[in-house]
């Protein structure tokens, strides 16, 4: 089974950037399809950004809230999973998780849909 560590969350004036990583164990990273979550206090887990099994700039799919702000990676030789966030709201302020979910598929929204998850790192932008 693959187990999922989260780092690189932290606090970011609006406008800034913030890079998360996450780190899996197990030989079998490559084989999911990876995804982005956050969840704010309060309010559901909501879908960030998925890509697919395929690795580097693999077929990816993103919010409407964070397209063309964040980017979705993986290296499957690190087994790690990245998002670069840039130009950050203080509504991008929540607990981020990754995700995996054996399937091809990058348009899963559903958090019920994904078979391994993370701890979740905090990434607090103020307004």
């Known amino acids: 089974q693959v187990q999922l560590v989260e780092s690189g969350g932290g606090l970011v004036q609006a406008g800034g950037s913030l890079s998360l990583s996450c780190r899996a164990s197990g030989r079998a990273f490559s084989t999911y399809t990876m995804a982005w979550f956050r969840q704010a206090p309060g309010k559901e887990r909501d879908f960030v950004a998925a890509i697919n099994r395929g690795g580097g700039s693999g077929v990816t799919y993103y919010a409407d809230s964070v397209k063309g702000r964040f980017t979705i990676s993986r290296d499957n030789a690190k087994n790690t999973l990245y998002l670069q966030m840039n130009s950050l709201k203080p509504e991008d302020t929540a607990v981020y998780f990754c995700?995996?979910?054996?399937?091809?598929?990058?348009?899963?929204?559903?958090?019920?849909?994904?078979?391994?998850w993370g701890q979740g790192t905090q990434v607090t932008v103020p307004s």
């Open positions: 995700a995996g979910r054996n399937g091809y598929s990058v348009q899963i929204l559903q958090p019920h849909l994904y078979d391994i």
